[in-house]
């Protein structure tokens, strides 16, 4: 796992860190029985990078725009399990449960639902040509949380953002970026105030 983090750290331009190490961080939560995930914390195995992505161009056969999403850092850390969440109940699977996972961090580079989606295709080709993971999203080979959070046009400071979970696919990321921009783009034009907090997807719903 670590040889392959470190592939694709140098595969995105990151730096190698000489030096790691892994936490524990205090997990209270069903999916980690033991109460305790093994991560990085401040010493990540990759630090920086970027990743070039290409926007849709006016046609089909012409290129779009190309430009550099910029990364914070990959850390290696362990999987939790599945929890699937039912009518009434919610069940567990601890198939996955320790397995190592590599978790991307970008920056806040990206500007709107487009650019997260040429971002992720990009990202998952560039694994996929490596031999790194077949990144199967239906299999939970990659998965996405997306923040979401906006600004007044001409300012620098970033706004409150949430988070959005249960994200499977990337029509999915699509969809719940739209609708999180357009549910806080409501809440500020009526003079509210975003909450900081996690908000699970229903795809269902679309909401």
């Known amino acids: 796992a670590i040889e392959k983090c470190a592939q694709l750290g140098l595969m995105l331009q990151c730096a190698i ?13 069903p999916d980690s029985p033991k109460n305790y995930q093994l991560t990085q ?6 630090i920086g990078g970027k990743v070039e992505i290409e926007l849709p161009g006016p046609s089909r056969n012409i290129e779009g725009e190309h430009r550099w ?4 850092r990959i850390h290696l850390e362990e999987d939790p399990g599945k929890l699937t969440h039912e009518a009434f109940d919610t069940v567990i699977d601890f198939n996955r ?11 806040p ?19 996929i040509y490596a031999g790194i993971s077949d990144c199967d999203m239906e299999k939970g080979q990659m998965r996405c949380d997306a923040n979401v959070s906006l600004r007044p046009v001409g300012t620098n400071s970033l706004g409150t953002r949430t988070e959005m979970k249960n994200l499977n696919s990337i029509s ?3 969809a719940a970026i739209e609708y999180e921009i357009a549910r ?3 809440i500020l034009d009526e003079g509210g105030v975003i909450v900081q907090e996690t908000r699970r997807w229903d795809v269902d719903s679309s909401s």
């Open 17 to 29: 860190a000489e030096q790691c190490k892994w936490d524990r961080k205090n997990y209270f939560y």
């Open 41 to 46: 914390n401040d010493q990540p195995l990759c």
């Open 69 to 72: 999403v910029q990364l914070n």
């Open 97 to 107: 449960a320790g397995v190592p996972l590599a978790e991307i961090v970008t920056e």
């Open 109 to 127: 580079d990206m500007q709107n639902s487009t650019e997260a989606v040429a971002f992720l295709n990009a990202l998952r080709n560039l694994i």
């Open 172 to 174: 999915n990321v699509k």
């Open 184 to 186: 806080q783009t409501q």
